[in-house]
Structure formats: structure tokens, C-alpha cells
């Protein structure tokens, strides 16, 4: 059995993508990072398929007005070939979200979204749900 774990450490209000995993000896193990840097503490995953599929989160903050950034990307890391994909978006930035999978479709409800397509910045919390049809990568 293997367990994958995302370090996505804040020190100085960085964010790393770094990813290991314990192996069965357990000793860890460096693992391609991420497409994006994104903390571990404020992104929803789900496991489907032998994929993890991760859903929003926060990231780096902005270089000019050090805001907190949110992430509207879905993340897809293929347990089968050891590969990251981004296969969607969301129809917005959001952190702190649930995320669930049933008959083939992906959910996203509640946590705080962002300020509007201009401003990845966090304003307020939501009470909504979507969902989508969700194509893994092979």
C-alpha cells in the first residue's frame, strides 16, 4: 500500500507544489510536482479511478498587491502513470471547498470564491452547487 501525501508548506508566504509519497518500505519518495503550487490545507480532493482529482485552493500570493490568490483550476494526478494534468476549470476561484463523485460526475459546493475574474482575491462564502462531467486523463 502506498500513501501519496502533498506538502504544499507556507514558510515566508511561499507555496510549494512539492509532492511525495510514503512507499511500502516507508521511506518517502519525491513525486512530480504539481502544475501549480497549492496549499494543502485549502483544496478538496476526491480519489476516482486511480486518479486523484484535486479541486481548488489557494496559491502564491499576488506579486503586486501580496493578496491571497485562489485557485479555479481541477487538478488530476494519474496514480497509473505518476502524471499531473489540469483537466478543467471552475466557473470560478474558490478555497476551502467540498468536493464529491457520483455516476460519472464531479461536484464542487460551498467554500469562499473569489472577487470576480479580475480579483482571484477571497470575498465571500458560498452556498452553491455545480457539478460537471468528469473526463480523467488515461
Known amino acids: 500500500m502506498c500513501v501519496l501525501t502533498f506538502f504544499t508548506l507556507v514558510v515566508l508566504k511561499v507555496v510549494f507544489s512539492d509532492v511525495y509519497m510514503l512507499d511500502e518500505e516507508m521511506k518517502w519518495k519525491v513525486m512530480p510536482s504539481m502544475p501549480k503550487p497549492d496549499s494543502h490545507i485549502e483544496f478538496a480532493w476526491k480519489v476516482v479511478n486511480n486518479s486523484i482529482v484535486i479541486v481548488g485552493g489557494t496559491?502564491?500570493?499576488?506579486?503586486?498587491?501580496?493578496?491571497?490568490?485562489?485557485?479555479?483550476?481541477?487538478f488530476q494526478f494519474n496514480l497509473n502513470t505518476m502524471k499531473w494534468y489540469v483537466i478543467g476549470k471552475l466557473p470560478y476561484r474558490v478555497k476551502t471547498t467540498l468536493v464529491g463523485y457520483w455516476d460519472g460526475n464531479l461536484y464542487f459546493?460551498?467554500?469562499?470564491?473569489?472577487?470576480?475574474?479580475?480579483?482571484?482575491?477571497?470575498?465571500?462564502?458560498?452556498?452553491?452547487?455545480?457539478?460537471?462531467?468528469?473526463?480523467?486523463?488515461?
Do not use: C, F, Y
Open 59 to 74: 496559491t502564491e500570493k499576488h506579486p503586486e498587491t501580496k493578496k491571497m490568490v485562489l485557485v479555479g483550476e481541477i
Open 109 to 138: 459546493t460551498s467554500g469562499q470564491r473569489d472577487k470576480g475574474p479580475d480579483d482571484p482575491a477571497p470575498r465571500k462564502v458560498i452556498a452553491e452547487m455545480w457539478r460537471t462531467k468528469l473526463i480523467l486523463n488515461p
